[in-house]
């Protein structure tokens, strides 16, 4: 992110770094629900925002009220954040779909447990996955990125507030619990870059809050300012009222949907290492580091190479670049602690004579080395 200095902060958890970089990020509003294991997020914001003249932190009454402030305060031309976990993010999806539609950018933390209903609050899971996807109803885009530690908690923050920033969207911050809880040693910028369009305001006659010239990377005129805005969750027209126009329709769903197609050149995020092999490892978040060393392990043993993935952005899916990097692999394993939902979306990817294992877990232990190296 082209960070100008650094500072050591030692021990610090996921939960922890991720409240710094809200900090660094400086955002206006923060409101939130208490709930496990996400709680330490919004205490140490509340904490620290009160060195912060001018910015909020306001605890909500419940998760659908978080969403519901986090668009009031977005559509008023301030950054909003929250963070929850399992249940809370069930509350926030008919919020959600107001955020894509209204196209409202604000930033949701997810710090997974297990599920489903009340589940297991203090237990470790993967199982949101498909629920940060298609979660809220209808057709719409989002995006979501993974960590795997407690640098990449800080760093994809930043990284999914300039990503929703640029396409106008809600983008969800997907951890687990052993992610939020785990504490490492670790050095974070000092200074962040946050995007801000460079694009002046049309002129107030000529505005409209849709136009298909500031669908993405655009500056957009917010509440207040004395432009003629009219939000709505129904299908618009450009100047944002509603309409039943079946043409109008189509073209409001496909301005959504070109908000990602449009940028797959640059929405995508991954490590990978050793492709030419025959086996090639495919995972995310926690159960990426058990994957590491379970190559590791597997290597030293056998001397045989094993490729490995790690997708930093899930959503949206990167089947291109997934096709490319596969190419030569015989064999997928995705190891995953839940009962394989990201497991579909790489088997649909590859071809049809390539294998495709799934590992799962979701007894809300950490998936050990030793369970992929049982599939390898």
Same mark, same amino acid.
């Given at each position: 992110?082209?960070?100008?200095?650094?500072?050591?902060?030692?021990?610090?958890?996921?939960? $922890? #770094?991720?409240? =710094?970089?809200?900090? !660094?990020?400086?955002?206006?509003?923060?409101?939130?629900?208490?709930?496990?294991?996400?709680?330490?997020?919004?205490?140490?914001?509340?904490?620290?925002?009160?060195?912060?003249?001018?910015?909020? /932190?306001?605890?909500?009454?419940?998760?659908?009220?978080?969403?519901?402030?986090?668009?009031?305060?977005?559509?008023?031309?301030?950054? #909003?954040?929250?963070?929850?976990?399992?249940?809370?993010?069930?509350?926030?999806?008919?919020?959600?779909?107001?955020?894509?539609?209204?196209?409202?950018?604000?930033?949701?933390?997810?710090?997974?447990?297990?599920?489903?209903?009340?589940?297991?609050?203090?237990?470790?899971?993967?199982?949101?996955?498909?629920?940060?996807? =298609?979660?809220?109803?209808?057709?719409?885009?989002?995006?979501?990125?993974?960590?795997?530690?407690?640098?990449?908690? /800080?760093?994809?923050?930043?990284?999914?507030?300039?990503?929703?920033?640029?396409?106008?969207?809600?983008?969800?911050?997907?951890?687990?619990?052993?992610?939020?809880?785990?504490?490492?040693?670790? $050095?974070?910028?000092?200074?962040?870059?946050?995007?801000?369009?460079?694009?002046?305001?049309?002129?107030?006659?000529?505005? =409209?809050? =849709?136009?298909?010239?500031?669908?993405?990377?655009?500056?957009?005129?917010? /509440?207040?300012?004395?432009?003629?805005?009219?939000?709505?969750?129904?299908?618009?027209?450009?100047?944002?009222?509603?309409?039943?126009?079946? $043409?109008?329709?189509?073209?409001?769903?496909? +301005?959504?949907?070109?908000?990602?197609?449009?940028? +797959?050149?640059?929405?995508?995020?991954?490590?990978?290492?050793?492709?030419?092999?025959?086996?090639?490892?495919?995972?995310?978040?926690? #159960?990426?580091?058990?994957?590491?060393?379970?190559?590791?392990?597997?290597?030293? !043993?056998?001397?045989?190479?094993?490729?490995?993935?790690?997708?930093?952005?899930?959503?949206?899916?990167?089947?291109?670049?997934?096709?490319?990097?596969?190419?030569?692999?015989?064999?997928?394993?995705?190891?995953?602690?839940?009962?394989?939902?990201?497991?579909?979306?790489?088997?649909?990817?590859?071809?049809?004579?390539?294998?495709?294992?799934?590992?799962? +877990?979701?007894?809300?232990?950490?998936?050990?080395?030793?369970?992929?190296?049982?599939?390898?």
């Amino acid at each position: 992110m082209g960070n100008v200095q650094r500072k050591r902060i030692a021990a610090q958890t996921g939960n $922890e #770094a991720m409240a =710094y970089a809200m900090k !660094q990020i400086n955002p206006d509003v923060v409101a939130a629900y208490p709930i496990t294991p996400a709680t330490e997020i919004m205490e140490r914001i509340a904490h620290r925002f009160r060195e912060l003249p001018g910015r909020v /932190f306001i605890q909500m009454e419940d998760e659908i009220g978080s969403i519901c402030c986090m668009n009031g305060a977005t559509a008023a031309g301030l950054k #909003a954040m929250t963070a929850t976990s399992g249940p809370g993010f069930s509350l926030m999806q008919e919020g959600i779909g107001y955020s894509v539609m209204a196209e409202l950018p604000c930033i949701i933390v997810n710090v997974m447990r297990g599920g489903p209903a009340t589940g297991t609050p203090t237990r470790t899971s993967q199982a949101d996955v498909m629920q940060a996807r =298609y979660g809220t109803h209808g057709d719409h885009p989002i995006v979501a990125v993974c960590p795997w530690s407690v640098r990449e908690c /800080f760093d994809l923050t930043v990284t999914a507030v300039n990503i929703s920033e640029r396409l106008r969207l809600p983008v969800i911050i997907l951890m687990d619990e052993i992610v939020g809880h785990m504490r490492e040693v670790v $050095e974070l910028p000092e200074k962040v870059n946050v995007w801000h369009p460079d694009k002046p305001k049309p002129p107030r006659e000529n505005y =409209y809050h =849709y136009d298909d010239q500031n669908n993405y990377d655009a500056c957009i005129a917010s /509440f207040g300012e004395g432009y003629r805005i009219h939000l709505t969750g129904l299908t618009h027209r450009k100047d944002g009222f509603p309409t039943d126009e079946p $043409e109008i329709i189509k073209w409001n769903l496909d +301005r959504l949907r070109r908000k990602i197609e449009d940028n +797959r050149s640059w929405l995508w995020d991954m490590d990978y290492l050793d492709l030419g092999s025959e086996t090639v490892i495919v995972s995310y978040g926690t #159960a990426g580091r058990s994957a590491m060393a379970a190559k590791a392990q597997f290597e030293a !043993q056998t001397g045989r190479r094993v490729g490995i993935v790690r997708l930093r952005m899930v959503w949206p899916f990167p089947v291109q670049r997934l096709m490319a990097l596969l190419r030569s692999a015989r064999r997928v394993i995705v190891p995953e602690m839940n009962q394989g939902q990201l497991y579909r979306e790489v088997e649909r990817t590859v071809s049809l004579n390539v294998s495709v294992v799934s590992v799962q +877990r979701y007894d809300g232990e950490m998936l050990t080395p030793e369970e992929i190296i049982d599939a390898l």
